[in-house]
């Protein structure tokens, strides 16, 4: 679309050249090329305009989407910012969490040194009370020894250094088994604690591995975003200088073609004027007046035009609208006649044919030179023909066809678009035809 615009202004430079060129043609071939590209023109107007709102839509949407994803950066970077504070806090405890974990393993290795410490002990005490009773067994009871002692004539007193000294030895021997006792009990205690340390590193150190794991996911989860959401805006940004881009470039366009077209508009009423003057000099010179055709018909029937169709049907009017394919709201330059495709199509009255060719916009069409009729220059044009009827430079009469009712160019169904220009300048046809 927007490489038809150097093209576009390139016709613009070559139209002016060729208007100053018209200078030197008859009034006829000035006229009839003038009207031919005053025709293009509009329809390079109002196609201009259907794509100037387009991109101007387009430029909205992009405006909209590229705000709508800048909030979203704003949203991605305050997700970035709390992950980022979540890692500083998680690395923060990651390395309480090690300090924790050294302690307790120092922890262990102290508590197992002491195990081992029981361990032995235990060990030691249970081979003296092992040997102990070994002997108690083979030497018998103390007492019933020393008191056979006695009876056997030893003197009582050292039959009491002997009770005592057994009572000395059975004290020794209740304390090695209380301290058995208490080193066994010691032991499960320091068996109890290895085992309650070891669970406790090994949670420790599942922590710190789940937390370091976690770690990770949020620095990810922070980079994709951040890449995602830029990645968002410098599209949306790109799309939006695009698009403002095409708005500018067919707002020049625009621009541009209006101005030839008001060009084209002054030539046009200025050869109409001549035209006219041109009129009026033969009809004073003519013996018994007269209307005279300038396009090569004069007019009857009270300077009217006839109806272009022989059955009428108004199905839209001259004036403002709501375009009914492109939505806006624009003027209507002529009226519409309801028909079958196929239905004939009358010149409107004696005339020249200008030029019959294909537009984007009117279709098929027919440009007729209908001549000075109640003192104005009078030229009508028939539009979304099927197909023509008659050639460029024919003369047509009132009545006769010039071709068929069609839908061609920007058309939503069959009918006939006819507008009647007055002097360069398109008017209400209602106000000539009847």
């Given amino acids: ?35 031919n590209k005053k025709n293009g023109v509009n329809s390079e107007i109002d196609g201009a305009k259907q794509s100037y709102d387009e991109s101007s839509a387009a430029a909205a949407d992009a405006a909209a989407a590229l705000q709508a994803s800048q909030a979203q950066l704003a949203s991605a970077q305050a997700t970035l910012g709390s992950l980022r504070g979540q890692l500083v806090a998680a690395q923060a405890y990651l390395a309480q969490v090690q300090a924790q974990l050294a302690q307790a393993e120092s922890d262990l290795a102290q508590a197992e040194a002491d195990l081992a410490e029981g361990e032995r002990k235990v060990e030691e005490t249970s081979d003296e009370v092992a040997e102990f009773s070994v002997q108690q067994v083979q030497a018998g009871d103390p007492g019933l020894r020393a008191f056979g002692q006695l009876l056997l004539g030893q003197e009582p007193s050292d039959f009491l250094e002997q009770m005592s000294v057994n009572s000395t030895i059975a004290d020794v021997q209740l304390s090695k088994l209380d301290s058995l006792d208490a080193d066994r009990v010691m032991l499960d205690i320091n068996e109890q604690k290895v085992q309650d340390l070891r669970d406790q590193v090994q949670a420790q150190k599942d922590e710190a591995a789940a937390n370091v794991a976690s770690i990770s996911a949020l620095e990810q989860q922070a980079a994709a975003q951040e890449a995602a959401v830029a990645q968002l805006v410098s599209t949306n940004s790109a799309a939006k200088s695009a698009a403002d881009a095409a708005v500018a470039e067919d707002a020049a366009s625009i621009a541009a073609l209006e101005a030839e077209r008001n060009s084209l508009e002054t030539q046009l009423r200025q050869l109409a004027e001549q035209e006219l003057a041109n009129a009026n000099k033969n009809k004073s010179s003519s013996s018994g007046g007269g209307s005279s055709g300038g396009g090569g018909g004069g007019s009857s029937s009270g300077g009217k035009l006839s109806y272009p169709l022989s059955s009428v049907r108004i199905t839209s009017p001259y004036g403002y609208r709501v375009h009914p394919i492109s939505g806006r709201y624009k003027m209507h330059d002529g009226m519409d006649f309801g028909a079958s495709c196929g239905t004939p199509v009358l010149a409107a009255a004696d005339g020249t044919v200008i030029s019959q060719y294909y537009n984007s916009g009117y279709g098929n069409r027919v440009i007729l030179n209908n001549g000075v009729i109640n003192g104005a220059n009078i030229v009508t044009t028939y539009n979304h023909l099927s197909r023509f009827a008659v050639s460029a430079g024919s003369h047509v009469s009132r009545g006769q066809v010039i071709g068929y009712v069609g839908t061609t160019g920007s058309s939503t169904g069959c009918h006939l678009h006819f507008m009647v220009l007055v002097n360069g300048s398109h008017t209400n046809p209602a106000n000539w035809i009847g």
Avoid: C, H, W, Y
């Fill in 1 to 35: 679309m927007k490489s038809t615009f150097r093209t576009m202004m390139t016709a613009f430079t070559v139209t002016f050249a060729l208007i100053a060129a018209l200078a030197g043609p008859s009034l006829a071939e000035s006229k009839n090329d003038l009207e």
